[in-house]
């Protein structure tokens, strides 16, 4: 079963911040957060991943709370490519897979 | 460069029949993956191989489901004796390394068993 609990859908203007939340209620010291999307017909894509600090990269910020509880996915300038569903995981180095939850179906709208 | 690919695309089955699935992942990956999707559900593991070895196979659902990667590189999944609950998107997944680093997925084949 999944680990993190996710809104199941969010709407965003074009243009637009998206920020995502995602509850990590039972996540261990030693598990990163991952961020994945899903575009329609398609494979998960990797967008972002961190243990503790915040994170940046070309797609999108990621914000990590102190307690780790939780975390948010920022895309700051949303476009109608990113209407995907995106779902954030606790990921171990140990196992190596990825338990998906349900995921937040983000609808960008012009 | 080449993503990870998977074949066929599509795939029909009458319920009963045995089909195979074929992931070529991203050359030199060493770690795969394979996940079911279920319509309007996120992707649920089934089983991971480091190079050869099969390391972990604790999501397939039965022993109707069989995995194999004989030379560490291409992997095929075969279910025998097709059942409609079998009716998903199977997805394929590489990366690097063993660990969890960033998985490249392919697009997937979906299975319909009529």
């Known amino acids: 079963d999944a680990k993190t609990t996710q809104p199941p859908s969010m709407d965003c203007a074009e243009g637009r911040a998206a920020n995502l939340p995602c509850n990590h209620s039972?996540?261990?010291?030693?598990?990163?957060v991952y961020w994945y999307r899903q575009i329609h017909s398609q494979g998960p894509q990797y967008i972002i991943h961190?243990?503790?600090n915040n994170e940046t990269n070309e797609m999108a910020s990621l914000i990590i709370t102190e307690d780790r509880k939780s975390s948010t996915l920022i895309l700051p300038h949303a476009t109608l490519r990113d209407t995907a569903v995106y779902y954030c995981?606790?990921?171990?180095?140990?196992?190596?897979?990825?338990?998906f939850g349900q995921g937040t179906t983000l609808q960008v709208k012009p | 460069g080449a993503g990870v690919s998977q074949s066929p695309r599509y795939k029909v089955a009458k319920r009963g029949q045995d089909v195979a699935l074929r992931c070529d992942p991203i050359s030199g990956h060493v770690s795969l993956f394979w996940y079911q999707q279920a319509l309007g559900q996120g992707p649920e593991f089934l089983t991971y191989f480091q190079n050869e070895a099969q390391l972990d196979k604790s999501g397939l659902p039965s022993d109707r489901f069989f995995a194999e990667r004989p030379e560490g590189s291409v992997s095929t999944l075969k279910i025998q004796r097709t059942q409609q609950e079998d009716s998903a998107v199977y997805l394929c997944?590489?990366?690097?390394?063993?660990?969890?680093?960033?998985?490249?997925f392919g697009p997937g084949t979906r299975l319909t068993v009529t």
């Open positions: 039972t996540i261990s010291g030693n598990e990163y």
């Open positions: 997944a590489s990366s690097v390394t063993r660990g969890l680093y960033e998985q490249y």
């Open positions: 961190g243990l503790k």
């Open positions: 995981i606790d990921g171990s180095s140990n196992t190596g897979k990825l338990i």
